[in-house]
């Protein structure tokens, strides 16, 4: 009976939130565009989202911000978050939001947002951005981005294979958007949590074990 009503709940939220949702279009991305750039984690991801390319990117226009709905494995701190962008032609100043997701209520509450200055253009590119200091963020969050450029926007990734992301994203912490079920509206995103002081721990036993090691040794 409790695996019925949860069931029934979780229908009824997912309803709720498709009909929320207004349908935009995605861009095909021009034949022979290849990603720039790598992945450059300091440690396991708690999300991701970079494996298989839907072929499509989004611009929201310029100044506008689109964020994804992100489910991370863990609710530790993070210190890193890759995302995936393409440029027709000039370099965009980009700015990065996160957000707690909120249940999905809009407008959600904003928990830090990063100026990453101009980068690059004409092409599409990765960047993994290193947070100033740990950002202390629920597992369940919104990453978004603004462009100054109107015609760049975010590659569109689809499945996530570490963590999960709904066929949703919001624009401007006012309105919930989908693309109509094809593309799936995910974007290529990842976050890098903080390790676990235990994983610390294990990390610092071997490095002062491999010394211990090579005093001997020597």
Same mark, same amino acid.
């Given at each position: 009976?409790?695996?019925?009503?949860?069931?029934?709940?979780?229908?009824?939220?997912?309803?709720?939130?498709?009909?929320?949702?207004?349908?935009?279009?995605?861009?095909?991305?021009?034949?022979?565009?290849? *990603? /720039? %750039?790598?992945?450059? #984690?300091?440690?396991?991801?708690?999300?991701? $989202?970079?494996? &298989?390319?839907? =072929?499509?990117?989004?611009?929201?226009?310029?100044?506008?911000?689109?964020?994804?709905?992100?489910?991370?494995?863990?609710?530790?701190?993070?210190?890193?978050?890759?995302?995936?962008?393409?440029?027709?032609?000039?370099?965009?100043?980009?700015?990065?939001?996160?957000?707690? *997701? /909120? %249940?999905?209520?809009? #407008?959600?509450?904003?928990?830090?947002?990063? $100026?990453?200055? &101009?980068?690059? =253009?004409?092409?599409?590119?990765?960047?993994?951005?290193?947070?100033?200091?740990?950002?202390?963020?629920?597992?369940?969050?919104?990453?978004?981005?603004?462009?100054?450029?109107?015609?760049?926007?975010?590659?569109?990734?689809?499945?996530?294979?570490?963590?999960?992301?709904?066929?949703?994203?919001?624009?401007?912490?006012?309105?919930?958007?989908?693309?109509?079920?094809?593309?799936?509206?995910?974007?290529?995103?990842?976050?890098?949590?903080?390790?676990?002081?235990?994983?610390?721990?294990?990390?610092?036993?071997?490095?002062?074990?491999?010394?211990?090691?090579?005093?001997?040794?020597?």
């Amino acid at each position: 009976m409790l695996r019925f009503l949860v069931s029934v709940l979780l229908l009824v939220s997912l309803t709720t939130l498709a009909n929320a949702q207004v349908r935009l279009t995605a861009k095909p991305l021009p034949e022979g565009v290849t *990603l /720039n %750039g790598r992945l450059t #984690p300091q440690a396991a991801p708690d999300y991701s $989202n970079t494996a &298989t390319s839907t =072929g499509f990117y989004f611009p929201g226009g310029a100044g506008t911000i689109v964020a994804d709905d992100v489910f991370r494995t863990t609710n530790l701190p993070i210190s890193q978050i890759s995302f995936a962008y393409y440029a027709p032609g000039a370099a965009p100043d980009v700015v990065m939001y996160i957000y707690d *997701l /909120n %249940g999905y209520n809009l #407008p959600a509450p904003l928990l830090a947002s990063y $100026n990453l200055g &101009t980068l690059n =253009g004409s092409g599409a590119w990765i960047y993994t951005v290193t947070l100033p200091g740990p950002l202390s963020a629920p597992s369940d969050i919104w990453i978004g981005f603004s462009f100054s450029i109107a015609d760049t926007g975010l590659l569109i990734f689809d499945p996530p294979t570490i963590g999960f992301s709904d066929d949703v994203f919001m624009m401007n912490n006012s309105g919930l958007y989908w693309f109509g079920g094809n593309p799936k509206a995910n974007f290529y995103l990842e976050t890098v949590p903080v390790p676990e002081p235990a994983s610390l721990l294990v990390l610092g036993s071997g490095v002062a074990g491999l010394f211990a090691l090579r005093r001997r040794r020597a």
